[in-house]
């Protein structure tokens, strides 16, 4: 199954409380739960203005549609080709 990076433009995001963060993560359950097994949010990473979610789904348009039902912002959808760590340079 294909894997995305989708970039999120939320100013203010590392700004973000707590409790604003565990809201925001249960309305993103809720509506993943909604839409079925077949997208599961991985990790996300928040930064001063921006939030980059991991994401695995069987396109981009159900990316898409879980930003819209979740009323939350998809500004950059980005498949993953391959990944490279450390252990690539051995």
């Not at 809201?23 to 599961?40: D, E, F, N, T, Y």
Request: a positive charge.
């Amino acid at each position: 199954m294909p894997k995305y990076v989708i970039e999120r433009e939320i100013p203010g995001a590392g700004k973000l409380s707590p409790q604003e963060l565990k809201a925001i993560s249960q309305k993103s359950c809720g509506v993943l739960r909604g839409m079925g097994p077949q997208i599961q949010w991985v990790q996300s990473y928040v930064t001063d203005d921006k939030v980059y979610c991991v994401y695995i789904a069987p396109d981009e348009a159900a990316v898409r549609r879980h930003a819209e039902q979740g009323g939350f912002p998809a500004n950059r959808i980005s498949q993953v080709r391959t990944t490279i760590d450390p252990a690539t340079s051995e």
